[in-house]
């Protein structure tokens, strides 16, 4: 008896410690939030903005907390419901350095729209914020 119970515990620790690597290996390879240029952060955006696709949003935004990825679905699904379509980003005042971006684009009636959005940079990751810029 003793035997058939040593087994499960070894057996059910080995479990777990695979489990904990795993995990750990899963978070390792996790890429890096942001863009890796201003001129990635600019298309990457466009293109996620034009396809109203929350995952890839949600890879370039700097948002506060843990709920970055609720959020882009929120915004996504507002596109889609509002029928954006023609979506461009601009970057200024310098677009090497860029401190805004400008989303521009059409709603599903043909009507324009436009909104900045605050561009950041940390440890040469470029993402937009939805926070104002604080001094």
């Known amino acids: 008896m003793h035997i058939r119970r040593d087994v499960k515990v070894g057996l059910s620790i080995v479990a777990a410690?695979?489990?904990?690597?795993?995990?750990?290996?899963?978070?390792g390879h996790e890429p890096d939030p942001?863009?890796?240029?201003?001129?990635?952060?600019?298309?990457r955006?466009?293109?996620?903005?034009?396809?109203h696709d929350s995952d890839a949003f949600a890879g370039l935004i700097d948002y506060p907390g843990s709920g970055g990825g609720d959020f882009a679905k929120d915004y996504a699904a507002v596109l889609a419901d509002h029928g954006v379509h023609d979506v461009h980003v601009e970057l200024g005042p310098d677009a090497a350095a860029p401190a805004r971006a400008t989303v521009t684009g059409a709603l599903g009636d043909g009507r324009p729209f436009s909104y900045a959005l605050n561009v950041t940079s940390e440890d040469g990751r470029w993402t937009v914020?939805?926070?104002?810029?604080?001094?």
């Open 129 to 135: 914020a939805f926070t104002p810029p604080l001094p």
């Open 45 to 51: 955006l466009a293109a996620a903005l034009s396809a």
């Open 34 to 43: 942001g863009a890796a240029s201003p001129g990635e952060l600019r298309d």
């Open 17 to 27: 410690v695979a489990w904990i690597g795993a995990v750990a290996l899963l978070i």
